[in-house]
């Protein structure tokens, strides 16, 4: 019985490293992938004038599930099943892209230390810091990487504030592993404002 019990705290400690290995590889991969293309989703900022715009970025990475949040906010009418509608035309959206997601899928999720953008951006924990009358926020939510399918997204979210009027949209960028590089093939917009 000992001799089982040894057996099985060894598997399960080979097990519990082998999954925080897993996760940690995965948030790496994550990061290189923000810091390679910083300027990309800085560039594709949908406001007017965003070189005379202060940008502020939410340090958590994943910090949100952007299709609970906004599948969350749609209000039920009885019988029509819209919340579980939107969230299930989100996954089949996201699954034409050869991934298997679904309500119990576990993003990456860590904070950023760095955003290595020529634009001057600044690192924020949450909206509360933000003093600016007119601004750009932008976060990073459901990052999800396939290491099988050598294959990832990330829901880039972003609001504005200019001169009281209030904007933004939601994208999602796809990535595949090319070589030992992670390359973007390409984003959608999901939602404008």
């Known amino acids: 019985m000992t001799k089982n019990f040894k057996y099985l705290s060894v598997l399960f400690m080979l097990c519990f490293f082998a999954s925080c290995s897993d996760n940690n590889e995965r948030k790496e991969i994550s990061e290189s992938i923000i810091n390679d293309n910083a300027d990309l989703f800085v560039s594709n900022l949908y406001t007017i004038?965003?070189?005379?715009t202060q940008i502020?970025?939410?340090?958590?990475?994943?910090?949100?599930d952007f299709i609970d949040e906004h599948c969350g906010s749609i209000v039920e009418m009885e019988g029509l099943n819209l919340v579980e509608n939107c969230k299930k035309e989100l996954y089949e959206f996201l699954n034409k892209e050869g991934f298997n997601i679904n309500e119990n899928t576990e993003y990456v999720s860590f904070v950023l230390e760095k955003f290595p953008s020529k634009?001057?951006?600044?690192?924020?924990e949450d909206q509360q810091?933000?003093?600016d009358r007119d601004y750009i926020?932008?976060?990073?939510?459901?990052?999800?990487?396939?290491?099988?399918?050598?294959?990832?997204?990330?829901?880039v979210r972003e609001s504005n504030l200019q001169e009281g009027r209030h904007g933004g949209k939601v994208e999602?960028?796809?990535f595949e592993n090319k070589g030992n590089r992670w390359k973007l093939y390409k984003n959608e917009m999901l939602l404008t404002a």
């Open 49 to 52: 004038s965003p070189e005379n």
């Open 56 to 64: 502020f970025l939410i340090k958590k990475v994943g910090g949100s």
């Open 119 to 124: 634009r001057n951006v600044k690192l924020i």
């Open 129 to 131: 810091e933000i003093k």
């Open 137 to 155: 926020e932008v976060s990073f939510s459901n990052f999800y990487i396939d290491k099988k399918l050598k294959k990832g997204f990330v829901i």
């Open 172 to 174: 999602i960028y796809f």
